[in-house]
């Protein structure tokens, strides 16, 4: 579905031609029908989602801090669904990713820090997040220390604390998984270790 999203998005971008873009928007709309058939999302949302993408397809890039406090982890819990993840986002526009995630940890957390090690860069399709998305997401993970601030939760988070690896609450699967909470605490054991990318 995703892969067809994309062709159906780029193939609306480019083409000129009135009949190759009736096409484009007919696999457009059957990439909308699968999205919806595997979902409870009704399919004029999904179809409104879609066509509201425009241009040549690329993934998204979501940035996540990875903050430690006397070998506990940073996360905040999200009002969406009341489940905890690191603190992050997507990356705006003219951010570059250690823009990005300052500001989401800041603005999520409280906290100020400065990013100092990209840890991984994970493609979200490959690890088990749930639900599946609609686009084609990479996720940054992003070492960071802090600076200044204070636990605040925010708009967007209820809560702000940290914990140790094995007193971690319910995680917001569709933004972080335990493997990924699990290697964050192996850079932490070893903080050698290389970047890591599917």
Avoid at 13 to 18: E, G, Q, R
Avoid at 41 to 68: C, H, N
Avoid at 91 to 102: H, I, K, M, N, T
């Amino acid at each position: 579905m995703k892969r067809l999203q994309a062709l159906a998005q780029t193939g609306l971008a480019y083409s000129h031609d009135a009949y190759d873009r009736e096409r484009f928007a007919a696999a457009q709309q059957i990439a909308a029908e699968i999205a919806a058939a595997g979902s409870d999302t009704p399919i004029e949302k999904i179809r409104e989602l879609f066509q509201s993408e425009t241009g040549y397809a690329t993934p998204k890039v979501d940035v996540r801090g990875v903050v430690f406090r006397d070998d506990r982890i940073l996360l905040v819990k999200d009002v969406s669904d009341g489940c905890w993840t690191l603190p992050g986002g997507w990356a705006d526009v003219l951010e570059s990713p250690r823009e990005a995630v300052e500001r989401e940890v800041r603005e999520e957390s409280g906290f100020v820090v400065r990013a100092t090690k990209l840890t991984a860069v994970y493609d979200r399709a490959n690890h088990a997040h749930e639900p599946s998305f609609p686009f084609h997401v990479y996720k940054l993970f992003m070492w960071c220390e802090v600076i200044g601030g204070a636990a605040t939760p925010s708009a967007e988070t209820s809560e702000v604390a940290f914990f140790a690896e094995g007193e971690l609450p319910p995680l917001s699967r569709s933004r972080i998984t335990p493997e990924q909470i699990a290697r964050a605490f192996a850079h932490l054991r070893e903080p050698d270790l290389p970047t890591e990318f599917d």
